[in-house]
């Protein structure tokens, strides 16, 4: 049984550019959730996907969006990217619309020069 | 809005022996669940062990446990008989009562912990 798995595992952009990042949730769950986490830190919440709609939402600028697909895969769209929006990106799936427990990926290492 | 704090941001220990990592929260709420989650250097957050803060009593897992002090928000994790593998960086995190809080987790800065053969 595939866990949680992210593509592609590092990337690197220009400031200004936009990125996304995709995720497969484990099998059986039907929510995702996205995270931020810059070096030393701890994760931030982005957002959380269920029903192809974004249900939460952390103090993120709308520059970060989402999607979420049929097959509850999603993906983290950010536009003009900053150089702070260098960090690594966790996607997280649960079942039972969120209440189960969080499953992480390996994460997405963005750099952005 | 809910905080976790993590207040050592490095800790060692010497393999076999037993160290606790610290954790304090500020919520006005009564209802939440508290998790520690391990981060090896393959970054996948792992969890280890969690504890729902209608029980009163604490979570055990193997090697690891907790000591839960709800009315002074406290969270510390204990482990035990500490091995190589346990290295790693761990964050405490939380979680508002399930029906409202969906996947959301706030988590503290993190403690790296190095285990010393």
């Not at chain 1, 990217?81 to 189960?100: F, M, P, T, W």
């Not at chain 2, 009564?30 to 970054?43: C, E, G, M, T």
């Not at chain 2, 964050?91 to 403690?111: D, N, P, Q």
Request: aromatic share 12%.
């Amino acid at each position: 049984d595939a866990g949680v798995t992210q593509s592609p595992t590092h990337l690197i952009k220009t400031r200004g550019q936009q990125v996304t990042l995709r995720c497969s949730p484990k099998s059986g769950h039907d929510t995702v959730s996205w995270y931020q986490q810059a070096l030393g830190q701890g994760p931030q919440f982005i957002f959380q996907y269920y029903e192809e709609e974004e249900r939460q939402r952390g103090n993120f600028p709308d520059r970060f969006s989402g999607h979420q697909f049929p097959n509850y895969s999603s993906e983290l769209n950010v536009n003009a990217l900053l150089l702070g929006d260098s960090a690594l990106y966790l996607c997280a799936s649960s079942g039972r619309q969120g209440r189960s427990e969080l499953f992480f990926g390996e994460g997405s290492r963005l750099t952005v020069l | 809005a809910q905080t976790v704090t993590q207040s050592q941001p490095e800790m060692s220990v010497q393999e076999a022996e037993t160290v606790t990592l610290s954790c304090t929260y500020d919520t006005s709420e009564s209802d939440y669940y508290l998790f520690w989650y391990k981060q090896p250097p393959s970054r996948q957050m792992i969890l280890v062990i969690r504890q729902e803060a209608y029980k009163q009593q604490n979570a055990t897992e193997n090697r690891f446990s907790v000591n839960f002090q709800k009315a002074a928000k406290s969270f510390s994790l204990k482990i035990s008989d500490s091995q190589l593998g346990d290295a790693a960086m761990y964050f405490c995190a939380y979680r508002r009562e399930v029906e409202t809080s969906g996947s959301r987790l706030t988590f503290g800065e993190g403690t790296q912990l190095t285990v010393n053969p």
